[in-house]
């Protein structure tokens, strides 16, 4: 909930033009905020507005129209966010809702906001999903090429951080607590950085006794991109966003599980690394 109510603090910064869906979008996102925030949709404010955008003269009129531009398949002006058909659906509920003459009170909102939030409005773009066909496996049980993997995996992850790195979530966190949305560009550091680990890991040669655990890395590194990467568009997509920040916290107890199980996996075998080794990550 709070990367909810704080992504759609974030998103609602709309610069106002004179197209009729800039107006349906900003009153939408409005209507979005305000319920996300408050657990309410009465707003007789944007109720005015919505009645002079020429959206038609009756409750029909209006719902007819706001469903037709949801599903219009013509191009936008701008690709539409998840967060710009979340809106729009809300809305297009919202006039139902009035019209079926059902109270709106806190619980109905909340209700009304959970249920939407729901559904998936898609806009974001799965990372890879890697399995056996995609890495290097070496047919053997050496430990000595065991060992070698250990340390070429240690020394991956040991690569020196860019300059200026900071953790996403202090980043996220930052800008939660500021509104300072341009911080968020800072992100793309740290995306390019697990992209890069990624990507190193999946060439490397490994033993088969640990290509599950080795495919099982990979996926953690896909899922916590695919999270940092919904993080910065937390200012522009919060919907969208949230869906792929779930991801990250995914990649986080997957790492630590394949993590531990090569932990392990050097233990049963007596494989062992000593502190100036850069397998040494590996010894608990």
Do not use: C
């Not at 740290?190 to 040669?205: D, F, G, L, P, S």
């Not at 590194?221 to 568009?233: D, N, R, W, Y």
């Amino acid at each position: 909930m709070i990367i909810i109510v704080g992504a759609t603090i974030f998103k609602f910064k709309t610069t106002k033009t004179d197209s009729m869906s800039s107006k349906v979008d900003l009153i939408a996102d409005a209507s979005v905020q305000n319920a996300l925030k408050n657990g309410q949709l009465d707003n007789p404010d944007w109720e005015n507005t919505l009645k002079n955008l020429n959206l038609g003269t009756t409750t029909e009129d209006i719902i007819k129209n706001l469903e037709q531009k949801a599903s219009e398949v013509k191009t936008p002006e701008k690709p539409l966010t998840a967060t710009d058909r979340f809106a729009r659906e809300f809305l297009t509920q919202y006039v139902k809702l009035k019209e079926s003459g059902a109270p709106i009170d806190e619980n109905t909102g909340l209700i009304l906001v959970n249920k939407l939030l729901a559904t998936d409005y898609g806009g974001s773009v799965s990372e890879r999903v890697y399995t056996e066909r995609d890495i290097r496996v070496l047919n053997t049980t050496s430990l000595a090429e065991i060992k070698k993997y250990g340390n070429t995996l240690g020394m991956i992850f040991d690569e020196p951080m860019p300059k200026d790195y900071e953790n996403e979530l202090v980043i996220v966190n930052r800008v939660y607590e500021t509104e300072k949305n341009e911080d968020l560009q800072k992100l793309a550091l740290n995306i390019a950085r697990y992209e890069k680990i990624r990507n190193n890991i999946a060439v490397i040669e490994t033993p088969t006794p640990l290509k599950n655990a080795h495919i099982s890395l990979l996926n953690s590194l896909s899922a916590m991109i695919e999270g940092v990467k919904g993080m910065s568009i937390l200012a522009t997509d919060p919907v969208g966003a949230t869906k792929m920040i779930l991801r990250y916290e995914d990649g986080l107890k997957s790492l630590e599980l394949s993590t531990k199980a090569m932990s392990a996996y050097f233990k049963k075998q007596n494989v062992v690394f000593s502190s100036t080794e850069s397998g040494y990550i590996f010894v608990e």
